[in-house]
């Protein structure tokens, strides 16, 4: 497990502060940038006794290789990793838990913007198998704009099992697939669920989809195949709400 963490991003690091402030080492902030947001970053940070450098642009370009730090980055402690057991603890104290499962999605901006509409639409984890998956890096916590702090990451190592463990449990697994002969809104989604999204292109593995309960699929008119998978995940996503009445 690395030792540290990259953290940059106002919403990413306003996450950090407001929930988990001892993970903070060092902040590193851009000189001549005093905007409301920022400054009140780097006095909370001060309050838990973080040390902040204030530096040129170029410092802060060189410690996230160029990605958009907007002013703002910082040397942290590593998250903790959730597993299978964060998981049997979170579906004990949730009466209709939502779940969202990616199966080999990879890019972090898709992962960060999974994340981000994971939380608006109320779901209470982001599954993701340990292998052949993305983590949660700096530029997904950025994409996440704060939400990978509150939703729970859970990494687990043989998501099939997983899956059938969810279904004793009384959820029920619905999986997107271009194949299903199904649309998404012909499918009663208002039960303990979990939203199974696959890679783009790929789509989700062969015994992810064999675990589903069922397949569902977006309806596609025009003449691209598929859609960006944060994209589809949000239109699923907010399928669920609507039907749920939340």
């Known amino acids: 497990m690395a030792q540290q963490e990259w953290l940059y991003g106002l919403h990413a690091l306003q996450a950090v502060v407001d929930n988990e ?3 903070l080492i060092e902040i590193w902030v851009l000189k001549g940038r005093d905007d409301e947001r920022l400054v009140n970053i780097v006095n909370q940070a001060r309050r838990f006794g973080v040390a902040v450098q204030f530096c040129h642009r170029k410092v802060l ?5 160029g990605e958009q730090h907007q002013g703002i980055v910082a040397r942290a402690k590593p998250a903790k990793t959730l597993d299978e057991s964060d998981l049997d603890a979170l579906l004990a104290n949730t009466d209709m838990p939502l779940l969202l499962v990616l199966d080999g999605v990879t890019d972090p901006h ?4 999974c994340l981000r509409t994971a939380d608006a639409a109320g779901a209470h984890a982001l599954i993701v198998p340990k292998d052949k998956s993305g983590g949660l890096t700096g530029t997904a916590r950025k994409v996440a704009c704060g939400a990978a702090e509150v939703v729970p990451f859970i990494q687990v ?3 099939a099992r997983t899956l059938k463990q969810l279904q004793e449990q009384g959820v029920w697994v619905v999986g997107t697939a271009g194949e299903a002969e199904q649309l998404i809104y012909d499918c009663k989604l208002t039960g303990p669920m979990a939203l199974v999204m696959g890679a783009e292109g790929k789509g989700m593995r062969r015994l992810t989809r064999e675990t589903c309960d069922e397949l569902v699929k977006l309806p596609m008119a025009g003449s691209v195949s598929s859609l960006n998978v944060s994209v589809a995940t ?13």
């Open 157 to 159: 190592t043989n998501l």
């Open 21 to 23: 402030p001892e993970r």
């Open 234 to 246: 949000g239109i699923c996503l907010y399928e669920i709400v609507r039907q749920r009445g939340l």
């Open 110 to 113: 898709n992962i960060g913007a």
């Open 61 to 65: 370009d060189d410690k996230v290789k």
